[in-house]
Structure formats: C-alpha cells, structure tokens
C-alpha cells in the first residue's frame, strides 16, 4: 500500500489539471456515476469534530473514504484546520491501495472545484475577484482562480486586518494586484467573482451588496448550522449546488431561507455537473446573478487522490 504526503500531493498535482480533474467528477457524479453515501460529523467539543466521508467512483474503479479532522483553531498553531487523511481501496478485490494526505487534498480540491464552477458561471471578461477569508482555502483559491479568469485586480478581507495584508504578502508577486480591504462590502461591490471562504457562522456578504453580473462561490459554511450569505443574497441568484442531497439536507443558506419564505422549494435550479456537461443551463445573462455553494463531495477526495496515486505509479514529475 503506498502512502502519499502533502508534498507528494502538491508537486504531482498542479491546480490547473485538479480543476479539470474534478469538472469531470461532478459530471460523473451528476450522471449517477458515483455512490455517495449521506457523510457524517462526529464532534468533538471544544468546536471540533471528525468528518466521515465515504464514496465509490465508477471511473476510476475504487472506493474509500476521507477521514477528516475538524479544528478550526489549528490555524493558530501553524498548522492546517483540516487534518486527514484518504483511504483508497481497490474495488476488484477490496484490498486498500493507498493513504493520502488529506489536508493537502482538500485544500486543492475546494479551490479546483470552485475554480471550475468561475469558469462554467462567472462572465468571460471578469476582471475583478474578491475573497472573502483569507485562510487556507482563501490561499488555494486565488491561485485557482487565475487560472480560469483574466483577473486582473483581487481584493482580499477578513475578520482580522493584519490576516489580509499577511494574505497580500504571501501572495505578491502575483499576475493580479492584490490588496487588502477593510470591509466585505468593499470587496464586494463591484467585484466580478466573489468567493466566501471563512469559517463564519453567520452571513458575511449581505445581498444588498450584490451587482448584476456577478458570480459568488459559497465555501466556507459546510454544516447546516452554518452560512455565509444573507437571505436577499441566496433570493438574489442563480443558485447552482454539488449535490441536491447534501445541500437539501446541509447547507445553511439554503435551509434558513426557505424557512424563513425568503424563497421557494424549487430555488435550487440543479448540480453543477449538469451545468458543466451542458444538460443544465448555466448564466443565461450577462446581468444574471450566478451563485455556487460548495459543500464539498467524497468523489472529489477520492477523484484527486487517485490522480495523485496514478501520477506516482507512472512517476510524472
Ligand atoms: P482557516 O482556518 O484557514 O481560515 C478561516 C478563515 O475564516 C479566516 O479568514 C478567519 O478569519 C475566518 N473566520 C473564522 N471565524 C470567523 C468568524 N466567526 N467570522 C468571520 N470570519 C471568520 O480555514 P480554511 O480556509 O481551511 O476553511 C475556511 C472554511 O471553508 C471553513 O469553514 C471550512 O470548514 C470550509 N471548507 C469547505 C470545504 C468545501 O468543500 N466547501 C472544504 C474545506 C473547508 P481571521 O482572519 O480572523 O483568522
């Protein structure tokens, strides 16, 4: 059985095939091409908790499981809140293939995965990208996101000023000017791509502050009781989702909005994979409001990490 690091993980896939890697997956996953069982959180007090996430792929033949540990606070130890790992097992005859590091994974992944929702739903000539966070999935995001748009200026806030500018540093020299914002409303208006990355309960982008034309990725909140986006935002859009079943039944907005009659049952227009393999339509205007939320899928774990496992079978450099 091999085991696979972060470093592995990183040099043998760059973000502009993961991003691809994981249009595919959704595609499968949308055509019923994957088994997908409900993923379960198992707390842990103190806010942390143990993410159960377990899957079969079609193509390729495997099945595993993402096994992931929740700490939101690790990032003030240095260290990733997402701690895990990814087990790959050979679907012909059971026997586990390989452990892979999965924080390095997720972290790609996310950001692949929304980078390809920018570029199946965003305008072709957005210019402006805001982040909304600017931790480890705010750090993966940008890079992905280049890769798709013509970015041309990226404004980054956070909670946490000195959090902004320290993102700002990290990132500079890059292809975009980066700066630091005090307010998610100032990066808001009149960004062409905005991307909400925090681990905030509650909303950090209000509706109000949307323009016509824009496309939102919804990352951060992953559990019901949690959202990134007020109920005039969710209204607002062209609401496009991973999974119906995982949003129905996990993601915040979506379930606070209907409850409050902020919108109807049939506001989710569909899975993102049926978007990218054209049999849903996507932005129908350039005046439409278009918003992906990412609750994050087990097939996009295992998609990558097989990738990876595959890359260092062949010895791709
Ligand atoms: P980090 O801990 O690295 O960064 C967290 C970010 O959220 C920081 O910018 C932090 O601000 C901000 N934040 C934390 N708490 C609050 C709050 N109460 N209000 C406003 N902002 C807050 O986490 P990651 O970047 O790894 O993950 C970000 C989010 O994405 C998490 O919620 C995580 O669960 C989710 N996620 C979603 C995935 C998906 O598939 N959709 C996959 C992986 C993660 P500050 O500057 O103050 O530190």
Sequence with gaps: MQLISSDQVYALL??????????????????????LPPRSIMPLGNGNA????????????IHGIKLVSLYPENPKLGLSSHQGIILLFNTRDGRPIAAIDGASVTALRTAAASAAATRALSRANSRVLA????????????????TVRPFEEVRVWTRTFANAEAFVARHAPSAASIRAVASAQEAARGADVVVTATASPTAILQGEWLEAGQHINLVGASVASAREIDDEGIARGRYFVDTLAGAKAQAGEYIDALKAGAIAGDHILGEI????????????DDRDVTIYK????????LAAAYEVLDRVGRNVT
């Design 14 to 35: 760059p973000t502009v095939d993961c991003i691809d890697i994981i249009e595919a997956t959704m595609i499968a996953v949308s055509r019923g091409e994957a088994n």
């Design 50 to 61: 143990m993410g159960i996430m377990p899957g079969g792929l079609a193509e390729p033949h």
């Design 131 to 146: 982040i909304l966070g600017a931790g480890e999935q705010a750090d993966h995001h940008l890079p992905a996101h280049l």
């Design 273 to 284: 994979g049926r978007v990218y393999d054209g049999t849903l339509p996507g932005r129908l």
């Design 294 to 301: 990412s609750l994050g899928v087990a097939a996009q774990d």
